[in-house]
Nanobody, 115 residues
Framework: QVQLVESGGGLVQTGGSLRLSCEYSGFVAPITTWAWYRQAPGQQRERVASITKGDVTQYAADVEGRFTISRDSAKSAVYLELSSLQQEDTAIYYC?????????WGQGTQVTVSS
């Protein structure tokens, strides 16, 4: 059974940092892409960062230079380092993987940035 479990969200002040983790398990097919998405209240879910099997990374324009995605295959984990956080970063953050052209999602972790 495929599982993605996020952790590390919380309440942080503007300018602060957080590290989100996603541990995944149960995959029998190779994962080709790992990503982090976020969804703010009343907004559509948007991709903020991704990393491929070849460790090629991409970032949304508004997080470039502030967020860093990485993965550790030995730990079956993917991470998102968030820094210089702004109130606009407040959202539920979801871990996503793609395997055999299928998307898999975690349950999400709340990040709240206060002034």
């Amino acid at each position: 059974q495929v599982q993605l479990v996020e952790s590390g969200g919380g309440l942080v002040q503007t300018g602060g940092s957080l590290r989100l983790s996603c541990e995944y398990s149960g995959f029998v097919a190779p994962i080709t892409t790992w990503a982090w998405y976020r969804q703010a209240p009343g907004q559509q879910r948007e991709r903020v960062a991704s990393i491929t099997k070849g460790d090629v990374t991409q970032y949304a324009a508004d997080v470039e230079g502030r967020f860093t995605i990485s993965r550790d295959s030995a730990k079956s984990a993917v991470y998102l380092e968030l820094s210089s956080l702004q109130q606009e970063d407040t959202a539920i953050y979801y871990c996503n993987t793609v395997a055999l052209n299928r998307d898999f999602w975690g349950q999400g972790t709340q990040v709240t940035v206060s002034s």
